[in-house]
């Protein structure tokens, strides 16, 4: 673009056409940003909704038994190594989510968080089996 000889024609359609051209696009964008960040912004609520919904909420009582989450840092633990450490019993529920457990094995307590532990099922009862002895078939 050429510089202009007389001061009066500085303001010509010419000069002020792409100013204006590039004012609107710079706008353009700031709206898109702004819709974009707006989306963003829902689209983070309803993440939060949905996994916040999904989290049990865990109620233990005092005496109940549990299971300790084994919360080393194992780079390969191993496929058939338990991740759950017990059984422990509760002793003391804390308002803030804490609870104290006692250890049923070496009586040691414990101050956790109840995001680690998970109730204790006790496995299959083997006393009330019938055992059958089979025969040989007759031929």
């Known amino acids: 673009m050429k510089y202009p000889d007389e001061p009066d024609s500085l303001c010509t359609v010419s000069i002020i056409e792409p100013i204006v051209q590039e004012v609107f696009e710079l706008d353009c964008q700031n709206k898109l940003e ?6 963003l912004e829902i689209e983070d609520k309803e993440t ?3 996994h916040y919904a999904r989290i049990s909420k865990k109620n233990f009582t005092v005496g109940q038994k549990v ?6 840092l194992k780079f390969f633990p191993g496929k058939l190594r338990s991740r759950w450490l017990g059984p ?3 002793t003391k529920k804390f308002a803030n989510g804490a609870v104290e457990i006692q250890s049923l094995k070496t009586n040691n307590t414990f101050k956790v968080n109840d995001h680690q ?3 204790y099922c006790k496995g299959f009862q083997t006393e009330h089996v019938e055992i059958m002895d089979l025969e040989d078939p007759i031929l």
């Not at 702004?34 to 989306?39: A, I, S, T, V």
């Not at 299971?67 to 080393?72: N, P």
């Open 67 to 72: 299971l300790l989450q084994h919360s080393k």
């Open 34 to 39: 702004e819709d974009f960040l707006d989306n």
């Open 88 to 90: 422990h019993v509760i």
């Open 117 to 119: 532990l998970k109730e």
């Open 48 to 50: 939060k909704v949905f």
